[in-house]
């Protein structure tokens, strides 16, 4: 039987996989993770909108009753081309005929000096539940030290990135600091806690047309988030953050949504030409360069808008449509060679793309331009991450959540489950976060 080896059970190993079942092919899944990840979602795990498991799902109940793919949970170290191995941590090498690469990518930080060590990224589960702890912790620290909070920093949340994560981010925070105050009992004075929207760029959500920005932007500032726009980010540090222009703003937590890179993840150490941000270089059919049936999808590669447009060749984005598309179509290009058939080459269908601000506020870009926003926007928001999520029961679950939220503006899974229980304080400085 041919052997297909996926590498990463993201949006594009899922899909690819998927369509790979029930065909003349033995296909192994490899993750390092058991669950598969809805990254669109994880902004409200990290403000204690949903909880871990209504965003992931097994990927071993995904593929339980197709008799041809089977899964292992290890670490990807490399490929080993003259064996056609897939090299994996700790464990035997996974032999492949056929290889596609859909490891995704990684926060990028641009080097900035302390970014990395001192800002919240955001980009697996276990980041966004990282965040969501420190966040809770700094609001319990705040009522159990008031003194001086707010010039401490404590109250101020940092978002740098104006796209479509940071603008989601930056209103999720806003509704989480409002719902602490009007039901959690917490005592501070909600106009003390700051949410400062960084990014470097003039204006917010650069994929989106201008109005659309400015919606974005208007609705943001009218809940009370400032916007600092055209100001680089030049250093972090574990209670500030320093802008280009010298400003230096004290707070505990920056959440880093300034972009991804495919560079430092395994993707970039495979030995395959790789351009731009790390990603790796496809043909049209997204075979990869240089390689014998080799394929890569999704955020790890540069995957080619293709088509009969104008944009044929320019690189598509890094979103969830192209990561499902270019893995189905990947699979398909397996299927062909083993027929015998020629390849085909990739061509994207836009479907828009969507960023939501928060509560009844979203915007709907399509394909033509034509923007849908406001509460209709969000409606489509809401429909359609239901319809991607992966699993029933999540489905359903967010679902009873989003309208119980939308409802009652009450619970949530405001829990601190890391280990740590009580607010650390550091003597010179009141209290800090883990
Ligand atoms: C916070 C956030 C919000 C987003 N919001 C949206 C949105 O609203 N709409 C949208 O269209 N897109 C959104 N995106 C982008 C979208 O999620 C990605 O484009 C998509 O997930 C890419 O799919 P992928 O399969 O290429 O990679 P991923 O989904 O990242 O999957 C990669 C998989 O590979 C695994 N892996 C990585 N390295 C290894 C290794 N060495 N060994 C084994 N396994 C490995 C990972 O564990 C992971 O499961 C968002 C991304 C983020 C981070």
């Not at 191995?85 to 596609?100: G, K, T, W, Y």
């Not at 972009?259 to 990869?288: C, K, S, W, Y």
Request: glycine letters at 12%; one cysteine or more.
């Amino acid at each position: 039987m041919h052997r297909v080896v996926v590498v990463g059970a993201g949006f594009g190993g899922l899909s690819a996989a998927r369509a790979l079942i029930g065909k003349q092919v033995e296909v192994t899944v490899v993750d390092q993770r058991n669950f598969h990840t809805f990254q669109p979602l994880l902004y409200e795990v990290a403000t204690a909108g949903l909880d871990s498991g209504d965003v992931a799902y097994p990927i071993r109940v995904i593929f339980g009753k197709a008799d041809n793919v089977t899964f292992r949970m290890a670490t990807v170290t490399g490929v080993d081309w003259d064996r056609r191995e897939v090299l994996v941590a700790d464990s035997q090498a996974l032999p492949f005929d056929s290889l596609i690469v859909a490891s995704g990518a990684t926060a990028r930080f641009f080097g900035i000096p302390g970014a990395s060590e001192h800002s919240f990224p955001l980009y697996t589960l276990t980041d966004a539940r990282r965040l969501r702890d420190h966040i809770l912790r700094r609001l319990e620290d705040v009522d159990a030290h008031p003194e001086g909070a707010a010039a401490r920093g404590a109250l101020t949340f940092v978002v740098v990135g104006g796209g479509p994560t940071g603008v989601e981010v930056a209103g999720a925070l806003a509704e989480l600091l409002d719902v602490a105050v009007r039901h959690d009992g917490f005592r501070f004075n909600r106009s003390a806690g700051r949410i400062i929207l960084v990014d470097a760029l003039d204006r917010l959500l650069t994929p989106f047309r201008e109005s659309a920005a400015e919606y974005a932007a208007g609705t943001l500032a009218g809940r009370g988030i400032e916007i600092r726009l055209g100001q680089s980010v030049k250093s972090v540090r574990a209670d500030a953050v320093e802008l280009e222009d010298g400003s230096v703003i004290p707070t505990r937590t920056v959440v880093w949504a300034g972009g991804v890179t495919v560079e430092g993840t395994v993707a970039g150490g495979i030995d395959a030409p790789t351009g731009p941000n790390g990603r790796l270089l496809v043909d049209h059919d997204l075979a990869v360069r240089d390689h014998d049936d080799v394929w890569a999808v999704g955020d790890a590669a540069a995957v080619l808008w293709g088509g009969a447009g104008p944009e044929a060749d320019t690189v598509c984005p890094q979103v969830a449509q192209v990561a499902i598309q270019s893995g189905g179509h990947a699979a398909r290009q397996v299927l062909a060679r083993l027929d015998g058939r020629p390849t085909t080459p990739f061509a994207y269908k836009d479907k828009g793309i969507m960023a939501t601000i928060g509560r009844r506020a979203a915007i709907t870009q399509f394909r033509s331009g034509r923007v849908v926003r406001g509460t209709l926007g969000w409606l489509a928001w809401l429909a359609l991450h239901l319809v991607y999520l992966v699993g029933f029961r999540n489905k359903i679950v967010v679902f009873i959540n989003w309208s119980w939220r939308y409802l009652s503006w009450g619970s949530g899974p405001r829990i601190i489950v890391s280990e740590e229980t009580a607010p650390v304080v550091d003597e010179d400085d009141g209290p800090v976060g883990p």
